[in-house]
């Protein structure tokens, strides 16, 4: 089916319909939110806009910009129902009631164009029962597209088709939601609770009932049950707080009454403690207090804990559990859940972990193949929609399928039959590698098939072990994308950059210069692009008196971005997650930046009083003062010398790389990519575009520097700041740095300046900083808490 969608109805502007239309709208679609009428009143958008206000102050934000929703019209199901005929997609997210929905499917259809992909964000109601009645031309371009909460920020889609669906619009849907929306696509069946809820609410419920049967505490459990086994920080009891009691036990719920066949109700069945927890309305985050409840104590924000038997929340202990800590020693997850097993006859918290993972591993077997064909899609669905490292099968592979299974049926845990099956076959797991494909073991097919690929994800893992990592060290590495283009990886913690990065950023250059080369990507597969420099390196240095060495290494990291500015080929980044001082820096001198959606941009180094010396203040002036100067060169300076000032001396950091685009980090020829996952392949692309008859920027005076007036102005500005509070002394000192790197230093006329000049001023300025105890202070206090320090 050739389809393209540009403009998306959604139908309801509850907390999900609106979220869903925010996101449409972060990706850049034309969108129409549209709600009932309310039966009195004259504004007929009333509910419409409600739902929408709510929307634009949900935190986490929905939108990744406010602009986004300038892109979102509101309407009503009276009157601008009609607006469904130039919809290329139509997704419905009313109330959760069947005829309600069946009613409004019936309106669509008689309005909607031929080729509209018509879609439910139902989470439990059957699809082809809302699709009853509908025509066969409906029914065929009918399916399910189920978001997690929140939609911007969890990757999974759930693409529910039903018999009738044509298999041209599931894959439609599911290229659309990955390339365009940046989400994770599974092929789930119409079943209860799809796949992600269905299998979340068997071990949510399961090991919340353990726990209260067996005497675990709140807080221990949370301690065991988070990143220690690879799942997030939520854990298990503030993850029912996150998402709010009510909603998980109600899914619970309906998932009993829905699939009575279902031979595992008793272990979903809410504990009677958590009805309790209802009836007082400790319902988590959204009533404010639920298994924790946030206090202030002392100055400070304290988490108090449930008492589940006195229901009063009383002070966190923060208990220590020995094991956690021994399994945290033993290496990666596979590593440290085989630990845990093997202690569990021994040892209380690990005997939790094997009494709840077992029997959720053991529950998705069993519900395969009945909510999905493909292991893949299974695990997916809790990797993507909750966080989990790895999915059940997965995690069942780590602990060796075979053995693990002995120990299921040992405690009288049912295995499926197909497990059994696969292991008599002699299949030792449910995924292996064969040449360079990963295979999945099929229940249907009782074969091993190629695991499904994207073929816009481009995997550096996958291209070290095919033999293309060109050059390594222990900070970062030079790989072979293909077609010409060299990748320079950074791999350390955070991806911070030290000595070893910029050593490797040399070398990148230099091959830069052999003609086999078309252009650079910077990039790597780490969750953040880089968090800066390396903090500890400095610190370490400059406690050790080697001030001059410190010199030297800006001076590098100056000389090395420069080298990336003028190249003689295109050099592209890649960013996403945090892209911090020293990481936005890379990215400031690059020719072009295709950014993850997700992408938290700013100059932070006022944090630990310091600015920014790898070209950042330099790279601001050139972009937010000389840009617009050099077009309207009569224009007054010292609105944009203030932009960029504020920038630095607060330390803004992006939400978005939307967001991003609007602070000046990133220029109109940027490129926006929701999904992370393509980043390198779009980065790729990109340098081959521009790899064609590429000329690198001249050198020159291209920066203005404003001068004295300028500067004077913005020092009365820190000056007003600290009358009113609102800044530190030192703030001031840091900030003053910044105003004379802006604007030129001691010039007392404006001028235009070359870049190097501007570069000299902040090495100076860096270099100054560094001698004073208040700086060391604050790096000191970022290093050991991770948090800025205003002294």
Same mark, same amino acid.
């Given at each position: ?396 592979? %780590? ?10 049926? $040992? ?96 070398? $990148? ?251 000299? %001023? ?30």
């Amino acid at each position: 089916m050739t389809h393209r969608i540009r403009r998306v109805v959604v139908l309801g502007a509850g907390t999900m319909g609106a979220a869903i239309a925010a996101h449409c709208a972060n990706a850049g679609l034309e969108v129409d939110l549209l709600d009932i009428a309310p039966d009195d009143g004259e504004d007929e958008n009333a509910v419409v806009r409600a739902g929408f206000d709510r929307m634009k102050k949900a935190r986490p934000a929905a939108l990744m910009s406010e602009r986004a929703a300038d892109r979102i019209s509101l309407g009503n199901f009276d009157d601008d129902l009609e607006r469904v005929a130039e919809a290329d997609w139509v997704l419905e997210a009313i109330l959760e009631r069947l005829e309600p929905k069946r009613e409004l499917m019936q309106r669509v259809e008689g309005i909607a164009k031929e080729n509209a992909i018509i879609s439910s964000n139902t989470s439990g109601i059957p699809l082809h029962e809302i699709a009853a009645g509908r025509s066969e031309k409906f029914r065929r371009r009918f399916l399910g597209t189920h978001f997690f909460n929140p939609p911007r920020y969890l990757k999974l889609l759930e693409i529910i088709p039903t018999e009738d669906t044509d298999p041209g619009v599931i894959e439609l849907v599911r290229d659309f939601g990955e390339r365009v929306l940046g989400k994770g696509g599974v092929i789930a069946k119409d079943t209860p609770n799809f796949i992600g809820n269905r299998l979340g609410s068997f071990t949510g419920m399961q090991s919340v009932t353990y726990a209260l049967e067996n005497g675990y505490g709140i807080e221990e459990v949370d301690v065991i049950t988070g990143p220690l086994i690879g799942h997030p920080r939520t854990a298990t009891f503030r993850l029912n707080d996150q998402v709010g009691l009510d909603i998980a036990v109600g899914v619970a719920e309906n998932l009993i009454e829905a699939a009575p066949e279902d031979e595992s109700l008793e272990e979903m069945k809410p504990h009677p403690r958590l009805k309790k927890m209802l009836e007082k309305n400790l319902l988590g985050n959204k009533t404010g207090a639920g298994f924790y409840k946030r206090d202030k104590r002392d100055g400070k924000t304290v988490f108090d804990v449930l008492n589940l038997e006195t229901f009063e929340h009383e002070p966190a202990q923060n208990p220590e559990i020995p094991i956690a800590r021994a399994a945290q020693e033993q290496g990666d997850l596979g590593a440290r859940l085989r630990f845990l097993i093997e202690k569990a006859d021994e040892d209380r918290h690990a005997r939790f972990i094997r009494d709840t993972l077992l029997p959720y591993m053991a529950y998705a077997a069993r519900r395969v193949p009945e909510i999905s064909d493909t292991l893949e899609d299974v695990d997916h669905a809790l990797e993507w929609g909750f966080g989990h490292q790895t999915g059940p099968f997965r995690t069942w592979n %780590l602990l060796g399928v075979g053995e693990t299974a002995e120990k299921m049926e $040992a405690m009288g845990i049912e295995v499926a039959p197909w497990v059994n099956d696969m292991l008599e076959a002699g299949n030792e797991g449910f995924y292996k590698r064969e040449r360079d494909r990963e295979l999945a073991y099929s229940p249907v097919h009782k074969d091993y098939e190629p695991v499904r690929e994207d073929p816009m994800v481009i995997s550096l893992d996958r291209l070290r072990d095919a033999g293309k990592e060109i050059s390594r060290n222990d900070s970062a590495s030079l790989l072979d994308l293909g077609d010409g283009v060299l990748c320079l990886e950074f791999h350390t913690k955070g991806n911070s950059i030290d000595a070893a990065i910029v050593e490797m950023g040399y070398e $990148a250059l230099r091959r830069l210069e052999d003609e086999d080369w078309a252009g650079l990507v910077i990039g790597n597969g780490g969750r953040n692009f880089s968090v800066g420099a390396n903090l500890g390196e400095v610190a370490r240095a400059a406690s050790d008196g080697k001030l001059d060495e410190i010199g030297e290494r800006v001076a590098a990291l100056q000389d090395l971005l420069m080298g990336f500015r003028f190249a003689p080929k295109p050099v592209v980044a890649a960013p996403r997650g945090q892209t911090l001082g020293g990481g936005l820096e890379v990215c400031l001198h690059a020719d072009r930046v295709v950014a993850a959606g997700e992408t938290y941009m700013g100059l932070v180094e006022a944090g630990v009083g310091l600015i920014p010396a790898g070209g950042g203040t330099k790279e601001l002036a050139r972009r937010l003062v000389s840009g617009p100067l050099g077009i309207t060169p009569d224009a007054t300076p010292l609105p944009f010398v203030q932009k960029a000032f504020e920038i630095i001396a607060m330390a803004r950091t992006s939400s978005s790389a939307l967001e991003a685009q609007e602070l000046g980090f990133l220029d109109e020829d940027d490129r926006v990519v929701m999904n992370a996952d393509h980043l390198l392949s779009a980065a790729r692309r990109e340098v081959l575009d521009l790899a064609d008859g590429y000329t690198p920027p001249e050198r020159g005076k291209n920066v203005y520097a404003a001068a004295k007036t300028a500067r004077a102005a913005l020092e009365i500005q820190v000056k007003t700041l600290q009358w009113g509070g609102y800044a530190s002394e030192y703030d001031g000192v840091i900030a003053g740095h910044t105003a004379r790197i802006l604007t030129g230093g001691e010039l007392s006329l404006p001028q235009w300046v070359t870049e190097e000049y501007l570069l000299k %001023l902040e090495r100076e300025a860096f270099m100054d900083l560094l001698e004073n105890e208040q700086t060391h202070e604050r790096i000191s206090h970022m290093l050991e808490t991770g948090k800025p320090l205003r002294n």
